[in-house]
């Protein structure tokens, strides 16, 4: 039997009278990758504070390889080679990303003073970014760089810290698919060397691709591990929300009207090549390809932020000209984007005012804002929504991922528009979560609402979409309808470039 670097007996950590940790036992073995997974509120970063050394247990033991071992600060934790990246990255903001990511580890000087010595940090840094593929100016200050990028200093922070152990709490809930390679090869790296990870992520696929074992933790408690092998994702679903899957995707069956869009022979540098297509009203599209197919590209060019080269788009059987994203809206074409921290939401601007941030007019006449108008109906928004949050008057940065995603979507449903752009709407929000948006998306097919859905989750396409489209090299390669759509044709496709109709 392999001796776990890590072993957990009975942690119990009593949070408030709402919430406990309670009987914990888990092992981490070296070299392996073990995924945590459970709905928002469960306990995975408490769990993983308490072995960081940054939450003192109430009662149990940690062994490390084998010994008891107290931890009680995360400088002691970092003595004993374990360290944590943390969801919100805390990083000096006006530091630079070097200075961060050896704010630890800094080479001194050989001098008897012992004095940082800047220049070989700074080369340190650039050294290890682009061996890390991290395209990123070690100079620049926090403060100047989005979220990504930060979660990827924090794991930078760590893998030089020569830690034995890290706990990643989700890393990637900001990542779009190319920081996710850039986080796969360093994974893939440290495993080698012998490190131990926890994973706590959202994404199911992205915890096959990296992991070997997953835990699942529901309401403070762990309620099994398996090796990822051996675990189907629907048993997953049911274990962390300990319900049957049977409404994962509450897909309505609605009687599609009118065209509302068609694109004709649309044509964008190499990214898109001769697009053609039209969505109805009532209807939920799905558009999917591998990264880089265009199929965010298509988003772009219908909300007027990308331009065209060649091609037709008609809106309610007019010729459109979207030049701008007011053009767009003006269109009435709503558009939320896969970055939502970056594109989607005014961070620093209250839930309430993002909510009506994209349809002001309707509650201004003309110089004024009717200020009491705007709360009543973002208060109906959350209360309808579900979002968990302390007032309306809380700022949108402290949301979890899935509750921004949902507050975005509340602002464009205040919104007149008619065609709903959705890009990976639900990348990195628990399960409960992603089925609150698809009823959101319900409501608005169900008001006469019509919604293209770009996402690489097949599963989720194939549950929500009337048809779906597959992308390759900026072309559509296959358009297939809900009732013959299967995860493996529309793999085929998008990895195969091969026409359906070839
Ligand atoms: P997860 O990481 O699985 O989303 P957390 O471990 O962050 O869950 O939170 C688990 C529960 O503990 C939540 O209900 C949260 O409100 C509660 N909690 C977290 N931190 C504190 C705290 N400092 N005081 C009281 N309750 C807390
Ligand atoms: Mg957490």
Same mark, same amino acid.
């Given at each position: 039997?392999?001796?776990?670097?890590?072993?957990?007996?009975?942690?119990?950590?009593?949070?408030?009278?709402?919430?406990?940790?309670?009987?914990?036992? /888990?092992?981490?073995?070296?070299?392996?990758?073990?995924?945590?997974?459970?709905?928002?509120?469960?306990?995975?970063?408490?769990?993983?504070?308490?072995?960081?050394?940054?939450?003192?247990?109430?009662?149990?033991?940690?062994?490390?390889?084998?010994?008891?071992?107290?931890?009680?600060?995360?400088?002691?934790?970092?003595? /004993?080679?374990?360290?944590?990246?943390?969801?919100?990255?805390?990083?000096?903001?006006?530091?630079?990303?070097?200075?961060?990511?050896?704010?630890?580890?800094?080479?001194?000087?050989?001098?008897?003073?012992?004095?940082?010595?800047?220049? &070989?940090?700074?080369?340190?840094?650039?050294?290890?970014?682009?061996?890390?593929?991290?395209?990123?100016?070690?100079?620049?200050?926090? &403060?100047?760089?989005?979220?990504?990028?930060?979660?990827?200093?924090?794991?930078?922070?760590?893998?030089?810290?020569?830690?034995?152990?890290?706990?990643?709490?989700?890393?990637?809930?900001?990542?779009?698919?190319?920081?996710?390679?850039?986080?796969?090869?360093?994974?893939?790296?440290?495993?080698?060397?012998?490190?131990?990870?926890?994973?706590?992520?959202?994404?199911?696929?992205?915890?096959?691709?990296?992991?070997?074992?997953?835990?699942?933790?529901?309401?403070?408690?762990?309620?099994?591990?398996?090796?990822?092998?051996?675990?189907?994702?629907?048993?997953?679903?049911?274990?962390?929300?300990?319900?049957?899957?049977?409404?994962?995707?509450?897909?309505?069956?609605?009687?599609?009207?009118?065209?509302?869009?068609?694109?004709?022979?649309?044509?964008?540098?190499?990214?898109?090549?001769?697009?053609?297509?039209? /969505?109805?009203?009532?209807?939920?599209?799905?558009?999917?390809?591998?990264?880089?197919?265009?199929?965010?590209?298509?988003? &772009?060019?219908?909300?007027?932020?990308?331009?065209?080269?060649?091609?037709?788009?008609?809106v309610d059987n007019r010729?459109?000209?979207?030049?701008?994203?007011?053009?767009?809206?003006? =269109?009435?074409?709503?558009?939320?984007?896969?970055?939502?921290?970056?594109?989607?939401?005014?961070?620093?601007?209250?839930?309430?005012?993002?909510?009506?941030?994209?349809?002001?007019?309707?509650?201004?006449?003309?110089?004024?804002?009717?200020?009491?108008?705007?709360?009543?109906?973002?208060?109906?928004?959350?209360?309808?929504?579900?979002?968990?949050?302390?007032?309306?008057?809380?700022?949108?940065?402290?949301?979890?991922?899935?509750?921004?995603?949902?507050?975005?979507?509340?602002?464009?449903?205040?919104?007149?528009?008619?065609?709903?752009?959705?890009?990976?709407?639900?990348?990195?929000i628990d399960i409960a979560a992603k089925v609150?948006?698809?009823?959101?998306?319900?409501?608005?097919?169900?008001?006469?609402?019509?919604?293209?859905?770009?996402?690489?989750?097949?599963?989720?396409?194939?549950?929500?979409?009337?048809?779906?489209?597959?992308?390759?090299?900026?072309?559509?390669?296959?358009?297939?309808?809900?009732? =013959?759509?299967?995860?493996?044709?529309?793999?085929?496709?998008?990895?195969?470039?091969?026409?359906?109709?070839?």
């Amino acid at each position: 039997m392999i001796e776990p670097v890590l072993r957990l007996e009975n942690i119990n950590k009593k949070m408030s009278d709402f919430f406990a940790i309670s009987n914990i036992n /888990l092992e981490l073995l070296p070299g392996e990758v073990h995924a945590i997974v459970g709905e928002n509120g469960s306990g995975k970063s408490t769990l993983m504070r308490i072995i960081a050394g940054t939450l003192p247990k109430d009662s149990g033991s940690i062994y490390l390889n084998g010994n008891p071992v107290d931890i009680n600060s995360s400088n002691e934790a970092k003595k /004993l080679g374990i360290t944590m990246t943390h969801q919100e990255p805390s990083l000096f903001e006006h530091f630079s990303v070097a200075e961060n990511v050896y704010f630890d580890n800094a080479p001194f000087s050989r001098h008897f003073l012992k004095t940082v010595n800047w220049s &070989k940090m700074n080369a340190d840094c650039r050294k290890l970014l682009s061996k890390l593929n991290i395209h990123l100016d070690s100079q620049k200050l926090v &403060k100047d760089i989005g979220n990504a990028q930060r979660q990827l200093i924090e794991i930078a922070k760590a893998y030089v810290s020569n830690a034995k152990i890290i706990l990643m709490d989700e890393p990637t809930s900001s990542f779009t698919e190319s920081e996710f390679i850039i986080l796969q090869d360093i994974i893939h790296e440290l495993k080698k060397s012998g490190v131990s990870i926890f994973y706590i992520s959202h994404r199911l696929d992205e915890i096959r691709q990296l992991c070997d074992r997953v835990t699942v933790m529901r309401d403070g408690e762990i309620i099994g591990t398996e090796s990822i092998c051996n675990m189907e994702t629907s048993k997953l679903i049911t274990m962390m929300t300990g319900l049957d899957i049977k409404n994962r995707y509450p897909k309505l069956s609605l009687k599609t009207g009118k065209e509302v869009l068609k694109v004709f022979n649309i044509s964008a540098g190499n990214t898109l090549k001769d697009i053609s297509f039209s /969505l109805r009203r009532r209807e939920i599209i799905g558009i999917t390809g591998l990264a880089g197919s265009g199929k965010s590209k298509i988003a &772009k060019v219908l909300f007027g932020v990308d331009r065209v080269d060649s091609g037709e788009i008609i809106v309610d059987n007019r010729l459109a000209s979207l030049r701008s994203p007011l053009d767009a809206i003006k =269109e009435g074409i709503g558009y939320v984007p896969e970055d939502r921290q970056i594109e989607g939401l005014f961070m620093y601007l209250k839930i309430f005012e993002n909510i009506s941030a994209s349809s002001i007019s309707q509650f201004s006449n003309k110089y004024v804002i009717d200020s009491h108008k705007e709360k009543d109906i973002a208060t109906s928004f959350v209360d309808k929504l579900g979002i968990m949050i302390g007032t309306i008057y809380d700022k949108a940065e402290n949301l979890s991922g899935g509750n921004q995603q949902k507050v975005i979507l509340a602002k464009w449903m205040t919104s007149k528009s008619k065609i709903f752009i959705l890009d990976e709407p639900t990348r990195g929000i628990d399960i409960a979560a992603k089925v609150d948006v698809y009823n959101m998306m319900n409501d608005l097919v169900r008001k006469g609402a019509s919604i293209i859905m770009i996402s690489s989750d097949i599963d989720e396409l194939i549950g929500m979409c009337d048809r779906v489209m597959v992308l390759y090299g900026g072309k559509i390669v296959a358009s297939i309808p809900q009732s =013959e759509a299967t995860q493996e044709k529309i793999m085929y496709y998008a990895t195969s470039g091969k026409h359906a109709d070839e």
